[in-house]
């Protein structure tokens, strides 16, 4: 059994204020904590019932490499459905992967099973989107919170309760609730719970699923000012998924742009936002409103057509092509329907998985997100307005 680790420094109880850092945080440009490498998840489709037999795939995660830097926060960030949730579920090894390799802090966690698999998740945290709904509504905040305690066997009954009480300290909560039930918290409040319960263990990452989707916009900001406190007090490194691209801009590093189980495009947050280099980021960028309204009048939005194919059966060549007004543009070029793009560094740092990604700087369309990232300059952009995947007109 090892003992409780003492919490670094509670922190005052108004998550809006910065606490000060007593654990440096390490610089976002570290070495990789996370290293994943053609990862494939993908969920057999089963007919019959008696005798069952495998007709297909949803191929949820299609081939997905990428790398999380010790300290950074990576955003993720697509439509409904391309494999966010997957991605993330699958890095934490709450799914065998199908395929692909997954290294966690230099030690490949692949195929880890049975103990040595549950001490590496002791390292690795989700939140959830609705705090509601991810927190037991017959156990109390304190048993919630303290939970992972018990599971990993940590510290005495009284350490754990110390440490459960300070765990509310840094979230923001009075530990006097620690004896109230979720349904009597509000959703703010449940986020904070949520929050408290993935840092009980000491985790080094930290995926937040759409961690403020359910909130109200009013509460959004103190949620993300919590998790940006709490990553450079505690040095944590996050994966941050979420539909809306100004949330993600405000608070990644760098963002991965997932469109049916890829990544589209990765870069520096800032890099992205002012030189989109693939057609489905750019239709993303012009779906996030400018608080401008002179601006947003004069904006273009790009217009996708129809929905997202179905991952059971994803389009070939590049998934993206049924929809991408770069191709239409380019008058259908054949490689687009019979050969997958990789995703290849076109600059240092902003890798783009797109046979013309050289083609999209200077179209009308890309010069929305110039609009965008002039905004972004002058510190506009509100959290959490925009569904990337309604893009319209
Ligand atoms: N356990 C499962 N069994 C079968 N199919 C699944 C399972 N989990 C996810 N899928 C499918 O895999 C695809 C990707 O789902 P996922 O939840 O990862 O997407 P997402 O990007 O997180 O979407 P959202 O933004 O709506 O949360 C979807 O088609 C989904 O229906
Ligand atoms: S490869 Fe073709 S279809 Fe795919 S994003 Fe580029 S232009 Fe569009
Ligand atoms: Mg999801």
């Known amino acids: 059994m090892s003992m409780v680790h003492p919490v670094p420094g509670a922190a005052p109880s108004t998550a809006t204020t910065t606490a000060p850092s007593n654990v440096p945080a390490p610089t976002a440009n570290g070495a990789p904590l996370v290293e994943v490498t ?3 998840m993908f969920f057999p489709i089963t007919q019959g019932t008696v005798f069952t037999h495998h007709v297909g795939d949803v191929r949820a995660v299609d081939g997905v490499t990428l790398s999380v830097r010790r300290g950074e926060t990576l955003g993720l960030v ?19 992967p199908t395929d692909g390799r997954i290294v966690f802090d230099g030690t490949d966690i692949t195929h880890l099973e049975g ?40 510290g005495t009954t009284s350490e754990r309760r110390t440490r459960v009480r300070e765990l509310f300290e840094v979230v923001g ?5 620690g004896e109230r039930y979720p349904h009597e918290f509000s959703g703010g409040q449940r986020q904070r719970i949520g929050v408290a319960r993935a840092l009980a263990v000491n985790p080094d990452l930290i995926i937040a699923d759409e961690p403020i989707s359910a909130l109200d916009v009013s509460i959004q900001a103190q949620i993300i ?27 990644s590093d760098r963002i991965a742009v ?48 129809g929905d997202v194919p179905n991952p059971a ?16 543009r380019l008058g259908n070029p054949a490689e687009c329907e019979t050969v997958a793009p990789p995703l290849v560094d ?28 002039s905004s972004l300059r002058a510190g506009g952009g509100a959290v959490g307005t925009a569904r990337p995947g309604q893009v319209t007109s």
Request: with cysteine.
């Open 38 to 40: 053609d990862l494939r």
């Open 78 to 96: 697509g439509e409904s459905g391309c494999g966010k949730s997957t991605a993330g579920r699958a890095i934490l090894r709450l799914y065998r």
């Open 115 to 154: 103990g040595a698999l549950r001490r590496m998740r002791r390292r690795m945290q989700m939140i959830f989107q609705d705090p509601y709904a991810s927190l037991n509504p017959r156990m109390t905040a304190a048993g919630i919170v303290g939970e992972p305690l018990d599971i990993h066997q940590i």
């Open 173 to 177: 909560l009075d530990p006097e609730y």
């Open 225 to 251: 000012n919590l998790l940006e406190r709490l990553q450079s007090q505690f040095g944590l490194t996050y994966v941050f998924i979420a539909h809306d691209l100004s949330v993600v801009r405000h608070i």
């Open 258 to 305: 997932m469109y049916l189980g890829r990544i589209v495009e990765l870069a520096g947050s800032r890099e992205l936002n002012e030189r989109p280099m693939h057609p489905y980021s750019v239709a993303l960028l012009s779906a996030v409103p400018i608080p401008d309204p002179v601006v947003e009048s004069r904006r273009r939005r790009v217009i996708l057509k």
């Open 313 to 328: 059966a994803p389009p070939p060549g590049c998934h993206f092509h049924t929809r991408c007004w770069l191709r239409e």
């Open 346 to 373: 076109a600059l240092p740092g902003h890798a783009v998985a797109c046979h013309f990604a050289d083609r999209v700087a200077g179209t009308p369309e890309a010069s929305a997100s110039a609009d965008l990232a």
